[in-house]
T-cell receptor, first 111, second 115 residues
């Protein structure tokens, strides 16, 4: 049973447009959510996070939105750049339990 | 500040051979994790250490996998004997402590191919 789901394995977006990556979760006990970005042959790199007490967190071009009632979060990248092309993982945890990851979404930003 | 350092980056071994991976976490980070990532999947936890104590090893296949974190700093993950299905990326990560608000930082991974 997957607790964190990224239902879109891939996404293509034109440079300069908005990229929206989605993530759904089933465990209502999750209280902290993170997005990681992964380039080929590298480890995941932390991108942005949000606590369950908030519904939005913004860092430059990256914004994460959390909808607790829908158990849904999304990552917005605007404007998208070719260097944003990577695999994006959504992850969640509660208390001191391990991070649970989704399967990832491969973003391709086309110049 | 140095990140999480792992070695070797790449390893190719024959099945039934042993292999070991080493990890040096970010300085001051008490919590260390080993994750396994298969192709097309997200990372999955193998074991978590709080200082030198393994506090969650429920997903570690203990018949062939072992890990240690002597002195609560560096850690090694060993597989003996390796099987074809162990081909994957082994990721080490660390955080200040195990609380949910602390970001987990990953190393670049050790890529294992078993032939």
């Amino acid at each position: 049973d997957q607790q964190v789901k990224q239902n879109s394995p891939s996404l293509s977006v034109q440079e300069g447009r908005i990229s929206i990556l989605n993530c759904d979760y089933t465990n209502s006990m999750f209280d902290y959510f993170l997005w990681y970005k992964k380039y080929p042959a590298e480890g995941p790199t932390f991108l942005i996070s949000i606590s369950s007490i908030k519904d939005k967190n913004e860092d430059g071009r990256f914004t994460v939105f959390l909808n607790k009632s829908a158990k849904h979060l999304s990552l917005h990248i605007v404007p998208s750049q070719p260097g944003d092309s990577a695999v994006y993982f959504c992850a969640a945890r509660s208390g001191n339990t391990p991070l649970v990851f989704g399967k990832g979404t491969r973003l391709s930003v086309i110049a | 500040e140095a990140g999480v350092v792992q070695s070797p980056r790449y390893k190719i071994i024959e099945k039934k051979q042993p292999v070991a991976f080493w990890c040096n976490p970010i300085s001051g980070h008490n919590t260390l994790y080993w994750y396994l990532q298969n192709l097309g999947q997200g990372p999955e936890l193998l074991i978590r250490y709080e200082n030198e104590e393994a506090v969650d090893d429920s997903q570690l296949p203990k018949d062939r996998f072992s890990a240690e974190r002597l002195k609560g700093v560096d850690s090694t993950l060993k597989i003996q004997p390796a099987e074809l299905g162990d081909s994957a990326v082994y990721l080490c990560a660390s955080s200040l402590d195990g609380n949910s608000g602390n970001t987990i930082y990953f190393g670049e991974g050790s890529w294992l191919t078993v032939v």
